[in-house]
């Protein structure tokens, strides 16, 4: 009795140790992952962009994918976390790229991307919650990290935004985690209205911060990473219920928790059960000024004030600066344009209102277009200021005695550094400046070294087209313009390609700008880079003379150009051959091939550059995924970095034989019939009608023969006899006679004539 009952004790504990161990893994704050091998530790650089660098690896999102995009843990190629080792990077290995979190990093917000802090990588992505009625709700973003080696990925959101377009900065301070974010209309306390307000969230406790409520305007820092912020506060005239005609500048910093208290008693208007003021911030600049203002207990002091009222509007918060314009209330007063140190704030001994510069201390006189300005520093100082004008080019702006030039003006350091078309400035990186136009899809990337004095970029006698000074456009790429920024890493440009068929599908694209010595090309080399790139495509490349028909007439060349593009971009030599044997398969005798011998040697140069063959000029090579490519080839110049999905390559597959090579035959064309002559088709067609009538005819006479004898030769009817009875008044017949003794008959049927039938 023992052993039995033994033995179910230990299935009792068995399965409750099962069902534990399932309980506790769905239980897990974490979601699974693969762990990939490799060392994770190093510096960070590029945090809050599609791709950042930290020690051997750069982290990216791979490709443009949109929130409604099947979001499911483990299901996502496009736009999933994946990762590639620099050597793999600098070796041109793409493919070698390994996944880290398979989900969409997504943000509606381009300027917040992914944000590695410690062994995390956090980024946002659509949540795959849903609604009462089942529908996902992927137009709510989660913030989320996955450890750096794909090992777990944390199962429930930090956070959630209720938008996909909040503008936010994950940044790091006092070693804590948070997110800033600004929700543009947010009602908090059943305001009939939203208003705009900035938070601080700690990802470590959860605790989301309101740093301020109702501001008007508000600045990150052009390094994703700082916790700093500022922003400008109207101050409002309760007794009349407006603003008045100033405002004020604050800034905060993530970590800020407790908002400052004051007594709004005095306020006349003011409804403690409606109205209220939340910050946190410090007081930059307060703009009180003039002799109508009353002061409220918003103002710095009690007895401080400028001037005049002034209006401040933020610009830009970059390298340790704040770049602000200030203006009066005065109708039609000049924008002027300053810069603030930041350090100063807590050095200068100023108040917020005795911290207004003055008139020497101004960067420029007019600050109008300042919005677009891109300030460069070197070694610590401001070494100039360059903006886009509308349709005149770049310009760059030098500052001399603390003050910019206030128009073009070579001698003051004022002159254009490209001198046509409308751009937009990217970033810099050294000594050049990257910059987008309008392109085919997206935008074109293009190039110049603005270090170079005035004469370097004059087109008047003397202009060098050969230096380094002359803008030039990095092959011929569309780069998506409505997405993150292009990132220079390690010399190679990575991008969201809308490039030929890959604007189908955006994924990034990975150029090297590094020469064979592995130096950043300058831009005369990347001229002729470029130049070599267009000239395998272009009409004044080798393609363009295929072009010419005098030279490869049609019969002997039949979709040479066509099939040597295809090739540009996919190598794939032997499904050409394979194509033109199925193609040729159906001509006819006299008919000229689709693929002529002449043709497939002409593609055969082009798979082999030589010394004495059309693409002599393209016999260089560079190593693409473990293959030799050489220069007339798409991936020698920049190639997909990471992976595609089945489905998509095998589409943009599809799209590429579909653009440049002859239709497939089917299977039905390849067959007996399909290799018939054009004549044989022809007579077996009508062979196989003349047979089809004649069995038609066939038919219908057996069915007309069939219904005439049917009608002529009726079978007996086998239909049940009833009884006759004669309801005739028959006076010879006594109906109650029963016939006994009588040899008379009864009646014709027993056979009889005047007498009975012996028996």
Partial sequence: MKKPFTKIICAMLASALTIGVAVSAGCSPYLGGTTLDGDTSGAVSSNGGFAVKKGEYVYFINGIEGNAADNTYGTPVKGSVMRISQSDLAAHNYSSAQTVAPVVAYSGNHDGGLYIYGDNIYYTTPSTDRNSDGTVLNDVLDVKYTKLDGSQTVRDPLMQFKATTYDYRIVEEDGKVYVLYVVPEEKLYDETTGVKNLHSYNLADGKDTLLAYNISDYKFDEDKTSPRVFYTMSVHDYSADTDYNYNQVYTVTAKAETAKTYDTSSIIGWDPETDRYINCGDLVFDGLGGKNNEFTPFNYGNDQKNQLNYTYTLKASTQGHLFYTRKTSVADSTEYLFDLEVQSLSTDGKNPVSRNPEAA????????????????????????????????????????????????????????????????????????????????????????????????????????????????????????????????????????????????????????????????????????????????????????????????????????????????????????????????????????????????????????????????????????????????????????????????????????????????????????????????????????????????????????????????????????????????????????????????????????ESGGTEN
């Avoid at 006698?461 to 292009?486: C, R």
């Avoid at 090309?521 to 004044?540: A, H, Q, R, W």
């Avoid at 799209?655 to 018939?676: E, I, M, N, R």
């Avoid at 006479?701 to 049940?720: D, H, L």
């Fill in 361 to 752: 201390a101004r960067l420029a006189d007019d600050g109008s277009t300042a919005d677009g300005y891109k300030y460069i520093f070197k070694e610590g100082a401001l070494y100039g200021v360059l903006y886009a004008e509308s349709s005149g080019g770049i310009t760059i702006n030098k500052p001399s005695g603390g003050k910019l030039s206030s128009a073009i003006a070579p001698s003051q350091g004022c002159y254009r550094v490209v001198n046509s078309g409308t751009a937009t400035l990217l970033f810099t990186e050294g000594d050049y400046l990257y910059y987008s136009v309008t392109g085919g899809n997206g935008y074109t990337i293009n190039r110049v070294n603005y270090t170079g004095g005035a004469q370097s970029y004059s087109k008047m006698p003397g202009y060098q087209s050969e230096t380094d000074y002359k803008d030039v456009k990095v092959l011929d790429l569309d780069a998506a313009s409505d997405w993150y920024m292009p990132e220079l890493i390690d010399g190679q440009l990575l991008f969201a390609s809308e490039t030929d068929s890959m604007s189908t599908y955006n994924y990034i694209m990975a150029c090297d700008l590094r020469d064979s010595n592995g130096n950043m090309m300058n831009n005369i080399d990347l001229g002729k880079y470029t130049e070599s790139y267009n000239n395998v495509l272009g009409d004044d490349g080798v393609l363009g003379e295929y072009s010419d028909t005098d030279k490869y007439p049609e019969e002997s060349y039949a979709n040479l150009s066509d099939a040597v593009k295809y090739l540009f971009y996919t190598s794939d030599r032997a499904y050409v051959s394979e194509l033109a044997e199925a193609v040729n398969a159906q001509l006819e005798e006299d008919d000229d091939p689709v693929y002529s011998d002449q043709t497939l040697a002409k593609l055969d140069e082009f798979m082999t550059p030589t010394a004495d063959n059309d693409w002599k000029d393209y016999a260089n090579t560079r190593n693409v995924n473990g293959a030799q490519v050489y220069a007339n080839r798409r991936d020698y110049y920049y190639s997909v970095l990471g992976k595609m999905s089945d489905g998509d390559s095998q589409k943009l597959s599809a799209d590429y034989k579909s653009a440049y090579l002859k239709a497939y035959p089917t299977a039905d064309d390849t067959g007996w019939y399909g290799g018939l002559p054009t004549v044989a088709k022809v007579f077996f067609i009508i062979g196989m009608c003349l047979i089809g009538l004649l069995v038609t005819a066939g038919i219908a006479f057996g069915i007309i023969f069939a219904v005439r004898k049917s009608k002529g030769e009726k079978k007996p009817a086998y239909a049940k006899r009833r009884i006759k009875v004669d309801t005739t008044d028959d006076k010879n017949i006594d109906v109650y006679d029963t016939g006994e003794g009588s040899g008379e008959s009864g009646g014709a049927d027993n056979g009889g």
